[in-house]
């Protein structure tokens, strides 16, 4: 079974406008409202490639009810607890010419809620796939990312962290099965520049030499590398589209690279399916579909290079 983890999960209230100017009233021309978050992006994206998987984490309110409702509605496995105090946040994102973000701060996480997330990782079985993504609310500890892997290390759970500082490296001694920073999330976190396959390569294979099993590097328009546990090393140039949507891309690319890899069971074709998940989700107006998966593909065969 696959799980994922949304700390902070959001209403996403998605707006269009032609030439946004600040300042003035502006007539929007579509709107989208979608459960949004990490882990909730993952959870979507392997539903919609036919993988089940149950989405865990915190919500509050009614943009909480609202957010579980859709994902219910969509055939997910919703499975969140429900904290008390403030509401799940809305983040609204504008599309114009350039994208325009405000993210909410989210309710308060208790003690008591983060022991009940506990209780049910206890039921995590060996071979069960865990995704940890994203920021955390203030009120989490800034460990939680290590503890969740520190308490279930007994347990035989292959654990995919898509996070940046901190949360990221304090993981490594644990050994996650695949980690997958961005090249500037590399960059911060090796503290040198990350701008070519050769450079973020060589920096996932510094984090494999700390602890990771795998490393998945996405380099927007640059493509994606991959350093694998079992000796494969792969690179590919970005499928060719039109982008209308930065925002999921590379959590679809997890949930690509984890559909690829249990499907398949090898690295080579888990890369392949990771990459062009996250380009058929930036080529779409929200995340992959299938068919748009399978597309990009079989239409894309030459972006990818097997090294060794």
Do not use: W
Request: hydrophobic share 40%.
């Amino acid at each position: 079974m696959i799980y994922t983890v949304t700390f902070n999960p959001s209403l996403d209230y998605i707006v269009t406008v032609d030439h946004f100017k600040p300042g003035i009233i502006n007539r929007s021309n579509g709107e989208l409202i979608l459960p949004g978050g990490k882990g909730i992006n993952v959870s979507i994206v392997l539903n919609n490639l036919g993988f089940e998987n149950t989405a865990l984490g915190f919500l509050a309110g009614f943009t909480g009810e609202e957010i579980e409702k859709r994902l219910k509605q969509s055939g997910i496995a919703a499975d969140f607890i429900h904290v008390n105090e403030g509401l799940s946040r809305i983040n609204v994102k504008l599309r114009s010419e350039e994208e325009t973000e405000i993210n909410g701060s989210g309710p308060i996480i208790e003690r008591k809620d983060i022991d009940k997330l506990y209780v049910q990782l206890s039921s995590l079985n060996d071979g069960d796939y865990l995704t940890l993504s994203g920021s955390i609310p203030a009120s989490i500890p800034a460990t939680i990312y290590m503890d969740i892997i520190h308490y279930l290390q007994k347990k035989k759970v292959n654990i995919v962290v898509d996070a940046t500082g901190d949360l990221l490296t304090k993981v490594l001694p644990y050994h996650p099965f695949l980690l997958k920073p961005n090249n500037h999330e590399l960059s911060d976190i090796c503290n040198a520049p990350v701008n070519t396959h050769e450079e973020a390569l060589h920096y996932a294979k510094v984090l494999q030499e700390k602890g990771a099993r795998n490393v998945l590097v996405s380099m927007a328009g640059q493509g994606a590398v991959l350093a694998a546990e079992d000796g494969t090393v792969m690179t590919a140039d970005a499928p060719k589209g039109i982008l209308k949507n930065s925002v999921g891309a590379g959590d679809s690319m997890v949930a690509g690279f984890l559909a690829g890899y249990i499907a398949e069971g090898n690295y080579a074709d888990a890369f392949r399916k990771g990459v062009c998940t996250g380009s058929a989700s930036a080529f779409s107006d929200y995340l992959a579909t299938k068919e748009e998966v399978n597309n990009l593909i079989s239409k894309n065969e030459s972006c990818f290079k097997q090294l060794k």
